[in-house]
């Protein structure tokens, strides 16, 4: 593990997602505090010397793109609301063009996936974006391997991220990498991260799908199944808690979500079960039972619909 310096660029640009700074600048400047010395310098970029946020919060005092990069740096390309149309989008994606090489790692969060393209930093490689933003990154970029289900994508020292949280998920992984497990368990402890994720977990988690709608009954049974998913949920116990017929209710919760009361309570389930799985501490066996499913061929059954292979491929 090499104690040379790690500087590491984030670009601060007008109409930034401030959460997509926050995150990263929070994790880094943690090592230092871990090794009780300077390992991490971070420096904050611009067009300007002042930048609104997106949210409204001004960045100050930031310095000029740089023409000359420190040695052993990373690049953080943050989100930019609607970035392609900004005034800075062609300078800044020229600077990232220009400088690329003199980075060890440049990693875009959300739509700072479209100041990449632009450089030609995904022609022919794997990436992501945030996915409300897929198909536009698609035309924008048709050359691009993009992934519409992943948290992050890493190719060769270009790394892609959906969003916030996972920009933060590739900030951790980097820490990990660069400065040991011992630095990634403490600064993932002070931020309260309590699962670490790879990348290839979906975008849309599971617990927030099939949740647009404005019927409160079927909310308040999302919300009982959500509050204990292996609990073995049936039909007649859901209908009391409601005051609905079970007919009535089987119908009126399809009609508004899209799928059977089952078919959203196996997905739950197998969200849990992926979280078991990850960190590769239990057999299938045990993860179906504390998922609750009642016979292992019922949960791998569930996985192959839901998923699409076999739970064994999950565990890291």
């Known amino acids: ?45 611009s067009t300007t010397t002042n930048s609104k946020s997106d949210q409204g919060l ?24 609607n970035s392609r149309t900004t005034v800075s989008f062609n300078e800044v994606s020229k600077w990232i063009k220009d400088f690329n090489h003199q980075f060890k790692k440049i990693v875009s969060i959300g739509t700072g996936s479209f100041y990449l393209a632009k450089a030609g930093l995904l022609h022919n490689k ?22 519409k289900n992943k948290l992050f994508v890493e190719d060769d020292k270009i790394i892609t991220s959906a969003g916030f949280s996972s920009g933060l998920d590739v900030t951790l992984d980097l820490i990990e990498k660069m400065f040991g497990t011992d630095c990634y368990y403490q600064v993932a402890k002070i ?21 647009n709608h404005k019927n409160r009954y079927i909310h308040k049974i999302q919300n009982l199944i959500i509050k204990d998913p292996s609990y073995d949920w049936t039909a007649d116990e859901l209908s009391n808690r ?14 508004n979500t899209g799928c059977t009361i089952q078919e959203y309570h196996y997905g739950l389930r197998i969200e849990v079960a992926k979280k078991l799985l990850i960190n590769n501490k239990y ?5 179906a039972e504390e998922s609750g499913f009642n016979h292992v061929k019922t949960f791998r059954r569930a996985w192959k619909n839901i998923v699409g292979d076999i739970p064994s491929n999950y565990m890291m």
């Open 126 to 147: 794997e990436c992501t974006t945030h996915h409300l933003c897929l198909d536009c990154l698609e035309s924008f970029c048709p050359s691009a391997k993009i992934h």
């Open 58 to 81: 001004t960045f100050s005092n930031l310095e000029p793109l740089p023409e000359k990069i420190a040695s052993n740096s990373i690049l953080i390309v943050p989100g930019v609301y």
């Open 242 to 255: 409601v005051g609905m017929s079970k007919r009535n209710m089987s119908r009126v919760f399809k009609d």
């Open 191 to 211: 931020l309260v991260i309590y699962l670490k994720r790879s990348g290839d977990e979906d975008q849309v988690s599971e617990w927030l799908k099939n949740r």
């Open 1 to 45: 593990m090499s104690k040379e310096l790690l500087t590491v660029y984030i670009l601060c640009l007008p109409d930034t997602q401030l959460l997509n700074v926050a995150g990263p600048v929070h994790a880094f400047s943690e090592c230092n505090k871990f090794f009780d010395e300077d390992r991490v310098k971070l420096r904050f970029l």
């Open 283 to 287: 057999s299938v066996e045990r993860v």
